[in-house]
């Protein structure tokens, strides 16, 4: 609890994948995937990191002129860098920008965020992928954020950052009666009235099951009994008949 924060400083996809940091076991097939990558960060990215922001959830329509109109009211901008695809050379929905002083770009890292541009609300933060110590990308099963519907949460980041521990007892010595030798024998003693209900049990199912078997019995021979009764009829009426 001493080093806990809510956003990390070092990129671990098991943490990441948890809402509190505190996960020992990858709960899906994403995590694993990003514990056993290897990535290594793109050396054709230029520019300086650390006066870098990233800019996601844009609308697809939105240009570099739009971006550099909308965060060039922060500070001066170096360079603006629209993530588009290498095939349709349509935008991604991300961006990079690179600020010349860090003044500015902490203004845009505090104001823009949640800023609406193109009817979408987008999303700021520092460049992680060149910053943060073992950064994973989401297409490796890493990064931040993440939607509900694909069951790929991730934690730790400015969008959700970690929930604080909740500091529950151990109470794993106990229940298994390895604490105090009071407690132990509390538990032998659970233990013998446990099985004095369970024996009592028993023996209660036991009287009670002749009473169902006579309750069944009765209701499976009713057509039995009225045959019975027919036969004692015909054999009345073959006496009078004599």
Do not use: C
């Not at 001493?2 to 996960?23: F, H, R, V």
């Not at 800019?55 to 329509?61: E, K, M, S």
């Amino acid at each position: 609890m001493a080093d806990w924060a809510p956003i990390a400083k070092e990129y671990d996809p098991l943490k990441a994948g948890s809402i509190d940091g505190t996960d020992e076991e990858p709960h899906d097939r994403a995590i694993w995937r990003a514990m056993l990558a290897r990535y290594v960060p793109n050396k054709g990215v230029t520019g300086d990191p650390h006066l870098t922001l990233f800019v996601a959830r844009l609308n697809l329509q939105t240009t570099e002129e739009k971006l550099k109109e909308v965060f060039s009211r922060y500070g001066d901008i170096r360079k603006v860098r629209l993530v588009r695809d290498l095939v349709t050379g349509f935008s991604k929905g991300y961006a990079f920008i690179e600020y010349k002083e860090e003044r500015a770009l902490l203004k845009a890292h505090r104001d823009a965020n949640r800023l609406v541009i193109d009817q979408h609300e987008i999303f700021v933060d520092f460049e992680l992928e060149r910053t943060l110590k073992g950064w994973i990308p989401r297409r490796l099963g890493g990064g931040f954020g993440g939607k509900k519907e694909s069951g790929q949460l991730r934690f730790g980041g400015r969008d959700r950052p970690f929930r604080k521990p909740i500091n529950l007892p151990n109470m794993k010595n106990d229940f298994y009666g390895e604490g105090s030798s009071e407690k132990r024998n509390w538990s032998r003693e659970g233990t013998r009235d446990w099985r004095t209900r369970d024996r009592d049990h028993e023996r209660s199912r036991d009287k009670r099951w002749p009473e169902k078997e006579r309750s069944w019995a009765w209701g499976d021979s009713e057509r039995e009994r009225d045959s019975k009764e027919e036969r004692s009829r015909g054999r009345e009426r073959k006496d009078r008949d004599r």
